[in-house]
Nanobody
Framework: QVQLVQSGGGSVQAGGSLRLSCAVS????????MGWFRQTPGMEREYVAY????????FYADSVKGRFTISRDNAKNTLYLQMNSLKPEDTAVYYC?????????????????WGQGTQVTVSS
């Protein structure tokens, strides 16, 4: 059974930065394509970023492009989301997800495994 354990997040003022982490077990993170999603109350979980298992390109939602960076450390079996220039509208619970085998990478229904979620709050 794959487990994704998230850490990081918290509260920051607009313009600040935060980094989210997602530890993957038991297999190594480099064997999974992985994504980040976020959700606010009353809204559906939305796609944020994606990194395929084969190293190379990364992909982002337009709302975070140029501000967020998805990456992974294979030695630590960990996925990251570096968030810079944060805005109040980035406030949400953020989730990491792995193994989008059943559909497109930007669709939450495609993913088999999810982290527990972590709150990010950006104040103006």
């Amino acid at each position: 059974q794959v487990q994704l354990v998230q850490s990081g997040g918290g509260s920051v003022q607009a313009g600040g930065s935060l980094r989210l982490s997602c530890a993957v077990s038991p297999r190594t993170v480099r064997t999974y394509s992985m994504g980040w999603f976020r959700q606010t109350p009353g809204m559906e979980r939305e796609y944020v970023a994606y990194i395929p298992w084969a190293a190379g390109a990364t992909f982002y939602a337009d709302s975070v492009k140029g501000r967020f960076t998805i990456s992974r450390d294979n030695a630590k079996n960990t996925l990251y989301l570096q968030m810079n220039s944060l805005k109040p509208e980035d406030t949400a619970v953020y989730y990491c997800a792995a193994d989008p085998v059943s559909g497109p990478y930007y669709s939450r229904e495609s993913y088999n495994y999810w982290g527990q979620g972590t709150q990010v709050t950006v104040s103006s």
